[in-house]
């Protein structure tokens, strides 16, 4: 699996937000996507993700290149995305956040409604969850888990659908040290299965340990683009505070 972003242009209400966005992407990397708050990362990652429409430029998926992505192709393509603020339903159960849009069903022979397959959906989902490390009773409301437990009931949500590309946005942002550490664990993992991830964050270290190469955003723009070997941490924090390096 192959992606590229060439020429991408997009703005709010005539204030250019994405200007001339350039990069690539492929099976078994971790790009990380650094930035200032307002720096345009997540709507960069919603143009990719199908959830809003660039204006101009071209993503070109596995050598097909598209002008518009909606939120069907880029599924269908096999691209799943965790947002910023999660947009999990807390006072829903594990089992029905996992399946959100996506419920198995099965059709019952001489009915036409389909019905919920729950006994396969229990299955895939203490799968998915067991591969995550995640041990919680799947008829628990999200309400009541842990910040750190919520961020792994949304992986778990991205990863039913065994995607080939994930995006994550800021996922580390509302965890502590010891879960922030699990999480780029797990994600290392999911880059040895063969998954392309997009891995979003302020935080320059927790970027500097997982990426393989590291996209730097101000004000709408890529300024930087570099392998992780060839950039020192200590040079990545100057760049982003805009000291010379
Ligand atoms: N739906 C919208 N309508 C209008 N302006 C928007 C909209 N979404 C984002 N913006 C603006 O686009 C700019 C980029 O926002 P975006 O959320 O992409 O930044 P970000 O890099 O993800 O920031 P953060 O680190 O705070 O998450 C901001 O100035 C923001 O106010
Ligand atoms: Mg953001």
Do not use: W
């Amino acid at each position: 699996m192959t992606l590229n972003v060439s020429g991408l242009y997009k703005s709010y209400g005539g204030r250019h937000v994405l200007t001339d966005i350039h990069f690539g992407i492929k099976s078994g990397i971790i790009l990380g996507l650094v930035g200032d708050n307002g720096a345009g990362k997540s709507t960069l990652l919603k143009c990719i993700s199908g959830a809003e429409q660039f204006d101009h430029g071209q993503i070109t998926i596995d050598g097909v290149a598209h002008s518009v992505i909606t939120p069907e192709l880029s599924r269908s393509i096999g691209i799943a995305m965790i947002y910023q603020n999660l947009d999990l339903c807390p006072q829903q159960d594990v089992i029905t956040n996992i399946f959100l849009g996506q419920e198995k069903t099965i059709r019952i022979f001489g009915q036409n409604t389909p019905f919920l397959n729950r006994s396969h959906m229990k299955y895939l989902a203490t799968e998915v969850l067991n591969r995550l490390g995640l041990d919680v009773d799947i008829s628990q409301n999200v309400s009541l888990l842990s910040g750190g437990q919520q961020q792994r009931i949304a992986i778990a949500r991205a990863l039913i659908s065994h995607p080939k590309i994930l995006i994550m946005d800021e996922p580390t942002a509302a965890l502590g040290i010891r879960e922030s550490k699990k999480l780029l664990d797990m994600v290392r993992n999911l880059k040895m299965q063969g998954i392309a991830i997009i891995f979003v964050s302020h935080k320059i270290q927790d970027i500097y340990d997982v990426s393989d190469r590291i996209l730097m955003m101000r004000q709408g723009k890529i300024i930087t683009d570099l392998n992780k070997n060839d950039i020192s941490l200590a040079e990545l924090h100057k760049i982003m505070m805009n000291e010379e390096v």
